[in-house]
């Protein structure tokens, strides 16, 4: 909980560009393989976020040397510790990233169980079973999760996901890269920051295939090469700015984003009758006139993002007429939905599903950010209400969107 917060004048249309950041959910894995390399690693595009500031303490508390400056990060050295500090991971449970490529190079791991968060309960057993079919052994002690690698190296397996779960993919992958033997990964989770991943080993001589497909192949093998990656841009922010377009009928371009990544999120806005024109990877985005309501269900990827689901929410608040939108991911992925009850939309909540009945006009309220992606929502809807609003605690914006402020207000928001 922080008491910094936005004081927002809505109601005016946004206009200019954005350039979209490295993306958070692409970087974290990333920074987690630094411990699989015994040679220098490189990161480049990386984006100054709450999230990979934490990622980097994480792996210094494990004995990586980092340097991190302009949107650079080079790690030195090899994991000396195999106990991760309780205070870091009950910050953030993408800390469970570091588990395969710490048991991968030390054979051993002592990781505080990852609490869940706002959105949901976030289990690790698919993680866990994971790692057990590649050779590790693992039990849990008073919320610690202990594991070890008693062969001293992974041994390739088939794994079998019951459900597509990105965290557990890239738990498969950072273990598999370095085993002895070939792994196949089946109902593998195909999101852009899990081909970012497997592309970056594969620079530094990993063999994986199937990236991006449901069916993943890595043929072990025995180290890495010196490499230095570029992490691909965040479509989720490149997705929030999209609707901040939408919602306050302006006319933002994105700049250094990749449109191939949020294919079905953009057709489901130009349905919106938002305006996207996609160049390379600028897209122009225009919102002109009505907004059309439309019906969403979030899916694994190509699907619809479940992280762009609150900032799609706030969109149809302003519709003509009514949407469904369904959350099929995450348990308890609403609780934006009371915030912006409190700027007069019209959302009614049945199970999984938020039933929203469009208004011509939001109000200014005093709302509280409760999850990251929700923050974003809560900001795009203060753009379009009318009169003043007060988003509170900007703790969770600042995990996940870099400069926000900054790139609000270069748009011609009325913040402070
Ligand atoms: C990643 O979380 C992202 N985080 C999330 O983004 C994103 O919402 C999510 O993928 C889905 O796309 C990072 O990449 C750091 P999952 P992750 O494993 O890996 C269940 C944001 O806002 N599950 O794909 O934790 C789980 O409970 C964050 O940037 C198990 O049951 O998501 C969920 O219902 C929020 N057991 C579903 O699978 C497991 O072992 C999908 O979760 C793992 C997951």
């Keep these: 909980m922080s008491n910094d917060r936005l004081i927002i004048q809505g109601g005016k249309p946004l206009f200019g560009d954005v350039k979209i950041s490295g993306a958070k959910n692409s970087v974290l894995p990333l920074i987690s393989i630094s411990l699989l390399f015994d040679k220098s690693f490189t990161l480049k595009n990386v984006p100054d976020l709450a999230d990979t500031r934490l990622m980097i303490k994480l792996i210094n508390a494990l004995g990586i040397m980092t340097k991190f400056y302009d949107g650079t990060i080079d790690f030195h050295g090899e994991p000396q510790n195999i106990e991760a500090p309780k205070e870091l991971v009950s910050k953030m449970r993408a800390s469970i990233l570091v588990l395969a490529p710490l048991l991968s190079k030390r054979h051993n791991a002592l990781i505080p169980m990852p609490g869940g968060c706002e959105i949901g309960e976030r289990p690790i057993n698919y993680h866990i079973d994971a790692l057990k079919q590649l050779g590790a052994e693992t039990f849990l002690k008073n919320g610690f999760l202990r594991a070890t690698l008693p062969q001293g190296r992974f041994t390739g397996n088939e794994i079998k996901f019951p459900k597509v779960s990105v965290g557990a993919t890239e738990c498969a992958i950072m273990a598999a890269a370095l085993a002895i033997g070939k792994t196949k990964i089946y109902n593998a989770a195909k999101e852009p920051e899990i081909v970012d991943l497997g592309n970056c080993l594969n620079l530094a001589g990993a063999n994986i295939k199937g990236l991006g497909t449901s069916i993943i192949e890595i043929e072990g093998v025995s180290n890495l090469n010196p490499v230095t990656y570029s992490v691909i841009p965040d479509r989720i922010e490149a997705g929030s700015f999209a609707i901040i377009a939408g919602i306050t009928k302006g006319e933002i371009n994105l700049l250094n984003s990749n449109p191939k990544d949020l294919k079905v999120f953009f057709e489901k806005l130009k349905k919106t009758n938002v305006n996207v024109e996609i160049y390379n990877n600028t897209v122009k985005v225009k919102g002109i006139s009505e907004i059309n309501a439309v019906n969403i269900h979030t899916e694994p990827h190509p699907g619809f993002p479940t992280d762009l689901q609150a900032q799609f929410m706030s969109l149809m608040c302003i519709a003509n007429g009514k949407s469904i939108i369904e959350e099929k991911i995450f348990e308890n992925r609403f609780m934006h939905v009371p915030e912006l009850s ?71 928001a009325n913040i402070r």
Aim: hydrophobic share 40%; net charge positive.
């Design 342 to 412: 409190k700027m007069k939309a019209s959302i009614k909540i049945d199970g999984n599903k938020a039933i929203v009945n469009g208004l011509n006009q939001l109000k200014g309220a005093s709302v509280k950010a409760t999850d990251l992606r929700a923050s974003m929502s809560l900001i795009a809807a203060s753009l379009s209400a009318n009169g003043e609003s007060i988003v509170n605690d900007l703790s969770h914006l600042k995990r996940g969107y870099e400069n926000f402020e900054e790139k609000l207000f270069n748009i011609g």
